[in-house]
């Protein structure tokens, strides 16, 4: 991980961050607008965070407290970096920092195309729930 920081997403990130999530199989969708991620970092700074190396941004996590739950979106680590425990640290910070708010359970969604990436969290102590999600998007 060698000299990795975590700072909150800036909108100078979001030309970086896209294409880090699109690398990463992440599939940016109409959420994913430069406005609409600076609403995001706005309303969650403490949350929505970058792991910056020499200048390069070469990972991501999202992470949300809806008064309940935490939730965590947009985990991403560039092909380079991984092995490293730079997701683990990722996790580890946004966990911290939602614990730190009241929060005492944090849940994810893994996309149905990603589910070989249910063998990381599960290293990282998140047990699986067989729950059916369903959604819509708002006209
Ligand atoms: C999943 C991802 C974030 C892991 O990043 P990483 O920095 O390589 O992970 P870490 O090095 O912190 O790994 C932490 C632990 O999980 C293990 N691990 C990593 N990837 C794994 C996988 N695919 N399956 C099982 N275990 C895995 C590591 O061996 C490590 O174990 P240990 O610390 O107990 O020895 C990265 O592969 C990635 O960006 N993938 C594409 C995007 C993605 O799928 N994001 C999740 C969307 S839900």
């Not at 995001?40 to 700074?45: I, L």
């Not at 996590?61 to 008064?67: L, T």
């Not at 359970?105 to 102590?125: C, H, M, P, T």
Request: proline share 3%; with cysteine.
């Amino acid at each position: 991980m060698g000299n990795v920081q975590f700072r909150s997403y800036a909108p100078e990130d979001f030309a970086p961050v896209i294409a880090l999530w699109q690398t990463c199989g992440l599939h940016p969708s109409r959420s994913d607008s430069a406005e609409r991620l600076q609403h995001k970092q706005q309303r969650d700074p403490e949350l929505f965070l970058v792991a910056e190396q020499d200048g390069r941004i070469v990972g991501t996590i999202m992470g949300s407290y809806d008064g309940r739950r935490g939730w965590i979106n947009k985990l991403a680590v560039d092909a380079g970096q991984r092995g490293q425990g730079l997701a683990r640290a990722l996790i580890a910070e946004v966990e911290q920092r939602l614990k730190a708010i009241g929060c005492d359970k944090v849940n994810l969604l893994i996309e149905a195309d990603n589910a070989a990436v249910a063998g990381f969290y599960a290293r990282l102590g998140y047990a699986n729930d067989a729950l059916i999600f369903m959604e819509k998007w708002l006209a």
